[in-house]
């Protein structure tokens, strides 16, 4: 069983950053494929950003691309979020998945693991 926790959320300015960390336990997690997404207020929670387990790969949503970077430090166990240029529509939760197979997947129904989530407020 894993277990996946976000921290590095909060309140930021439009134009501004913040960088969100997801900590993995209790799986290997090199041979993960991990995940993020976001969920709106009101919305359907979307795809945002993977990254295989060889970091060799990553996707990322067209909303996000040039903005939002994804990375992972496999020794540490921890897969990133860097978020700049930040705008009022990026405000959501944000969720780090996990699926154990290699591979870039951007369908919430293709990951197993998920974090609690951490609230993104951008403020105009």
């Known amino acids: 069983q894993v277990q996946l926790v976000e921290s590095g959320g909060g309140l930021v300015q439009a134009g501004g950053s913040l960088r969100l960390s997801c900590a993995a336990s209790?799986?290997?997690?090199?041979?993960?494929?991990m995940g993020w997404f976001r969920q709106a207020p009101g919305k359907e929670r979307e795809f945002v950003a993977a990254?295989?387990?060889?970091?060799?790969?990553?996707t990322y949503a067209d909303s996000v691309k040039g903005r939002l970077t994804v990375s992972r430090d496999n020794a540490k166990n921890t897969v990133y979020l860097q978020m700049n240029s930040l705008n009022v529509e990026d405000t959501a939760v944000y969720y780090c998945?996990?699926?154990?197979?290699?591979?870039?997947?951007?369908?919430?129904?293709?990951?197993?693991?998920w974090g609690q989530g951490a609230q993104v407020t951008v403020s105009s």
């Open positions: 998945a996990a699926k154990g197979s290699e591979g870039l997947w951007t369908e919430s129904n293709d990951y197993k693991y």
């Open positions: 990254i295989s387990w060889s970091r060799s790969s990553t």
């Open positions: 209790g799986g290997t997690f090199n041979l993960y494929t």
